[in-house]
């Protein structure tokens, strides 16, 4: 959806809604994406590493008219919104449950499903929903079967224009990304044996401003 600029206003809209399924979404083992077993590729089929659901960006911008009263005039408001849903993960173990010196000896052994829901719980996920494999056994879990955490993001900046002359002005700039500092966790402890299981150990950028004044000659 597209607004083009008039009466002061202008916005755009884009939603994307994409499902993406691999059974290896890097070349060469690059983030722990080696098989499982080498032998049962199939098991390797499950949504891509960087899928994302839903996505959703709202820009705008906002000018106050040259006929508005001398403090309101030449002000411009602008921004954006990003709403996104989270990658997936894959429940792992710590060591290599079924052949320590050949296939998954990179860290890429899953967990055991219980059967019970991925997403039910009061945390992230269901941390009962996986648990350690039999020993000399690989893990049933699936590929990247638990959804990340979404994310959302408020950035937005006011500026004034103020002419000096007829060549000269000075212009005003405050912008701010992550307005309402809200914490966008981008990873999550999936290894079921850790001590960490289930908790986030990644977060994106916090607020940032910035002012800017420049002179126009």
Do not use: C
């Not at 052949?99 to 009061?122: C, I, K, N, Q």
């Amino acid at each position: 959806m597209i607004r083009r600029f008039r009466r002061g206003m202008s916005f755009n809209s884009l939603y994307t809604f994409s499902k993406s399924i691999d059974d290896s979404s890097t070349f060469g083992g690059a983030g722990n994406t080696v098989a499982q077993n080498d032998k049962d590729i199939s098991a390797e089929r499950g949504l891509s590493s960087f899928n994302q659901t839903h996505v959703l960006n709202t820009n705008w911008v906002m000018s106050t008219p040259r006929t508005a009263r001398r403090f309101l005039r030449d002000w411009t408001l602008s921004g954006g919104v990003t709403l996104a849903s989270g990658t997936p993960l894959t429940a792992r173990v710590l060591g290599n449950q079924a052949d320590a010196g050949g296939t998954g000896s990179v860290g890429s052994g899953r967990a055991e499903s219980t059967g019970l829901p991925v997403t039910a719980g009061a945390g992230f996920f269901n941390l009962g929903a996986f648990t350690i494999p039999p020993s000399g056994h690989f893990g049933d879990a699936g590929r990247n079967t638990i959804p990340g955490p979404g994310s959302f993001s408020l950035n937005a900046a006011i500026g004034r224009s103020i002419a000096i002359t007829e060549r000269r002005r000075v212009e005003l700039r405050l912008e701010t990304n992550n307005l309402t500092n809200h914490v966008n966790f981008s990873n999550l402890a999936t290894i079921v044996n850790a001590s960490n299981y289930g908790l986030p150990v990644a977060a994106g950028s916090m607020r940032t401003m910035q002012a800017t004044v420049r002179f126009r000659f």
